[in-house]
C-alpha cells in the first residue's frame, strides 16, 4: 500500500467513524431519553427521586400522588437544576402550590457553549418531555393539573411539549423569557399559537435581544422597561434576560402589580379595558377564574434595582 493510498483509508475511515458518531450523538432519540433526567423533589425540598426512562415507575417510585398537582420546571442554556433560581423555585411552589416538583435535568446538552447546536436538538430534547408528560398520564396524573415553567430554551421546551402533549391539555405554562433567537427566525415555528400550549399561558418578557419578541399569550407581561431591559441587570446570569425567573420568584411573596402602559413604551392594541383588582405578574396572583377577562392582552410591572427587584408604587408615592 503507498503512503497516500493509507491516508485515503484513514481518512476513509475517521470519516464513517465520525458521522456514525454524528448519527448515535445527535439522532437517536433513546440516548436522549436516557441522558435527560427528571429529579422529583419531596414537600421540604430534598431530591428523592430521579426517573429517566420510560420504564420507570413513577408512582411508587417517587412518592407523588397523582390526584395532586404536578409543577415541572425546564432550565435554560448552559443551566441546570442545581441553578440558582431553580432551587429556590422548589421551595416556593412548594409553599404556594404543593404536590409533585419535578425538574428536567437536560444539563447532559444545555452545557454547551454552542447555542445553535442546543438549537439543533430541540425537538429530539422536547420528545423527552413529551414522553414523560403521557406517562405521568398514563399513572393517572391529570393533565389539567400540570403545570410547567419554563425559562429562555426551556420556555420553548414547555411551550413546544404542551402543544405535542395535546392543545390545550394541560392547566398551564409559566413562559420566562421564551428565548428568541433560532425560534423567532424560523417561520415554521414561529406560526405556532403559544395559547394552543396549555389552558393558561402567561409569557413574561424583560429583554430585547434573548427573548422571544412574540407577544401572544394568554397574558403578555413587560418587566422593568418596558419588558425591553431591567435597571437591576448586571452582569451574566443576572442580565435582563437572566434576571426573569428571579423576578418571578419574587413575585411569590412580593406582588408585582400591574401598571398602565408606561408612556415611553410602544403603542400596543392588546390593551386591557380594565385592570382588574390585584392582578399581578408571577404564579400566585393568577386566580384562574379571573383568567378569561385577562386573555389576551398586554400588562406592565416596574422592576427595582435590588432585591426583592419590586417596590410597590404606593411606596414611591408616600416618599
Ligand atoms: C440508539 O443507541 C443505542 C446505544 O447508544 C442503541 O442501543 C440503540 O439501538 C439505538 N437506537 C436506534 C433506534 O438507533
Ligand atoms: C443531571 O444531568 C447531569 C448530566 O447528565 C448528570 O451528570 C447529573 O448527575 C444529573 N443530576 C441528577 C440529580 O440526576
Ligand atoms: C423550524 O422549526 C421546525 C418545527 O419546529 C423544525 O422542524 C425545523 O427544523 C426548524 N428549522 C430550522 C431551520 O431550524
Ligand atoms: C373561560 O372560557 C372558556 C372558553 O370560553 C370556558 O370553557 C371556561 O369555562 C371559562 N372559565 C371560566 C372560569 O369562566
Known amino acids: 500500500m503507498t503512503e497516500s493510498e493509507m491516508l485515503k483509508k484513514v481518512f476513509t475511515f475517521g470519516l464513517i467513524i465520525l458521522l456514525s458518531f454524528e448519527l448515535v450523538v ?4 433513546s440516548e436522549f431519553e436516557s441522558n435527560i433526567f427528571f429529579e422529583f423533589y419531596n414537600e421540604r425540598s430534598e431530591l428523592t427521586y430521579t426517573s429517566n426512562s420510560l420504564g420507570d415507575d413513577l408512582v411508587s417510585g417517587s412518592g407523588c400522588n397523582p390526584s395532586e398537582n404536578v409543577a415541572i420546571i425546564v432550565h435554560g442554556w448552559l443551566e441546570s437544576c442545581k ?3 431553580i432551587q429556590e423555585m422548589i421551595p416556593n411552589l412548594n409553599d404556594h402550590r404543593g404536590g409533585c416538583i419535578i425538574c428536567m435535568n437536560y444539563s447532559a446538552y444545555s ?11 430541540f425537538s429530539f430534547i422536547d420528545d423527552v418531555l413529551v414522553n414523560k408528560l403521557h406517562q405521568l398520564v398514563q399513572e393517572e396524573f391529570i393533565p389539567e393539573k400540570i403545570f410547567i415553567f419554563g425559562f429562555s430554551f426551556g420556555g420553548q421546551l414547555a411551550l413546544e411539549a404542551g402543544r405535542r402533549f395535546g392543545k390545550k391539555l394541560i392547566g398551564r405554562i409559566d413562559a420566562c423569557e421564551a428565548a428568541g ?6 417561520r415554521t415555528y414561529s406560526m405556532e399559537n403559544p395559547m394552543e400550549s396549555a ?5 413574561i418578557h424583560s429583554s430585547y435581544d434573548k427573548g422571544t419578541t412574540k407577544r401572544n399569550c394568554h397574558q403578555n407581561w413587560h418587566l422593568g422597561n418596558c419588558g425591553l431591559t431591567q435597571i437591576a441587570a448586571g452582569p451574566y446570569p443576572l442580565g435582563s434576560h437572566g434576571l426573569c425567573p428571579y423576578f418571578y420568584n419574587s413575585a411569590f411573596t412580593n406582588p408585582f402589580h400591574a401598571i398602565p402602559k408606561p408612556e415611553n413604551c410602544p403603542t400596543s392594541d392588546r390593551l386591557p379595558p380594565i ?5 399581578a405578574m408571577g404564579y400566585v396572583f ?9 386573555v389576551g392582552y398586554d400588562y406592565y410591572a416596574h422592576t427595582f434595582k435590588r432585591k426583592p427587584y419590586h417596590l410597590d408604587i404606593d411606596l414611591f408615592n408616600k416618599n
Open 111 to 121: 452545557k454547551t457553549f454552542d447555542y445553535f447546536g442546543l438549537v439543533s436538538e
Open 83 to 85: 441553578t440558582t433560581w
Open 181 to 186: 433567537p433560532g425560534f423567532d427566525s424560523n
Open 286 to 294: 393568577n386566580d384562574l377564574s379571573l383568567v378569561n377577562e385577562t
Open 199 to 203: 389552558k393558561f399561558v402567561q409569557c
Open 275 to 279: 385592570i382588574p383588582d390585584g392582578m
Open 26 to 29: 445527535a439522532k437517536n432519540s
